[in-house]
């Protein structure tokens, strides 16, 4: 499905999404990925959610947000609370969604210069 934000020409915006495959304003990625405005990690190595360990979450706690979106893939599945709780310990907003989900959201919030991380599963 492609998606459109016509104001925001940013290298990381995301213009499509299709289970296994997302593509930005400059790449094309078929791995899981984080993306934040300032940032790109590919391939960030968490391939499905029953494998999100403490490690996982000190990486996406290293990068400056204030708004964590978590793509799950392409079922929602919520991660284990206890995994969770470093995240709400540093009063970071995080919206936990599928993928294709996230990828709205993640656009929506770069076209408002919102400091937001999308750790994406694919």
Not at 13 to 36: D, M
Not at 68 to 78: A, I, R
Request: aromatic residues 6%.
């Amino acid at each position: 499905m492609e998606l459109s934000q016509d104001n925001a020409n940013h290298p990381h915006r995301i213009k499509s999404y299709e289970s296994g495959k997302l593509t930005t304003s400059t790449n094309v990625y078929e791995q899981s990925i984080i993306l934040s405005p300032e940032n790109l990690i590919y391939p960030w190595e968490l391939n499905k959610i029953e494998n999100l360990s403490t490690s996982h979450i000190d990486q996406l706690l290293e990068l400056d947000c204030d708004i964590l979106l978590f793509g799950v893939g392409d079922k929602l599945v919520m991660p284990q609370q206890a995994l969770l709780n470093p995240i709400y310990q540093k009063r970071i907003g995080l919206e936990i969604m599928t993928t294709h989900a996230a990828c709205r959201t993640f656009n929506i919030l770069l076209a408002e210069q919102r400091r937001v991380v999308a750790a994406l599963i694919l």
